[in-house]
């Protein structure tokens, strides 16, 4: 079975700090790969980020970073100096192999960034 | 901007109404999807089209009814709804049904079935 992860139903945080969301997954492909999707309350799922399960590169892009860890499998997601703009609801999400076009969303992590 | 086009943003509809959502996307991709997303939780697959033609059907009920005129367009037929279907439903696509799973989604319709 394949399954994500988001222990974190909310986080609030003053502008400024640093925030992890964490996800952890389930699946037993050998390849896959992960997402995070931000929906602000326009309600569109925003793209930000795909890794595939061959490349545990960090990456960073601007103030959002990413950690792979496929020891424990996770793939967390940390934001820098936070921005009000930041505030929205994320989401983790997982497409197998076997999966043909379907996501396995996390249940979101609604993030607060407060002035 | 989105290059996914959903209309219309909000929906107010009777149990016994008849509408539709349309979603329009230019990107050239061959699949199109449909989610429902309840609030607070994570979007829920409906239906995939893939190639203009049906691939995937989650055991959706017959009220809502998908419909793909062409590469370009996808629509979702709404018909005898129940108050539980109000939800906002996104419409999404991608270069290809199999492969990376990259999905560009609109901004959804927000349904409220009185």
């Known amino acids: 079975a394949q399954k994500v992860t988001q222990a974190q139903t909310e986080i609030s945080v003053v502008e400024k700090e640093d925030v992890t969301l964490d996800c952890v997954y389930e699946?037993?492909?050998?390849?896959?790969?992960l997402f995070w999707y931000k929906q602000p309350p326009s309600g569109e799922l925003v793209f930000l980020i795909r890794?595939?399960?061959?490349?545990?590169q960090n990456e960073i892009s601007g103030r959002y970073s990413w950690n792979f860890q496929k020891s424990t499998s996770s793939f967390n997601f940390t934001i820098t100096a936070s921005q009000v703009v930041d505030s929205a609801v994320y989401f983790c999400?997982?497409?197998?192999?076997?999966?043909?076009?379907?996501?396995?969303f996390g249940q979101g992590t609604t993030l607060q960034v407060k002035p | 901007d989105t290059e996914v086009t959903q209309t219309p943003k909000h929906l107010v509809m009777g149990m016994t109404n008849k509408k539709s959502l349309k979603c329009e996307q230019h990107?050239?991709?061959?699949?199109m999807y449909w989610y429902k997303q309840k609030a607070k939780k994570p979007p829920e697959l409906m239906f995939v089209?893939?190639?203009?033609?049906?691939?995937i059907n989650e055991s959706v009920p017959s009220r809502f009814s998908p419909e793909c005129p062409n590469s370009s367009l996808l629509n979702l037929h709404l018909h005898a709804l129940q108050p539980e279907d109000s939800a906002l439903y996104l419409c999404?696509?991608?270069?290809?049904?199999?492969?990376?799973?990259?999905?560009?989604f609109g901004e959804g319709s927000r349904l409220t079935v009185l």
């Open positions: 890794r595939n399960s061959f490349d545990e």
């Open positions: 999400a997982l497409h197998g192999s076997g999966n043909t076009g379907k996501l396995i």
């Open positions: 699946t037993r492909d050998t390849t896959y790969y």
């Open positions: 089209y893939s190639y203009e033609k049906l691939s």
């Open positions: 999404a696509s991608s270069q290809g049904m199999y492969g990376t799973g990259e999905l560009f």
């Open positions: 990107m050239g991709h061959r699949a």
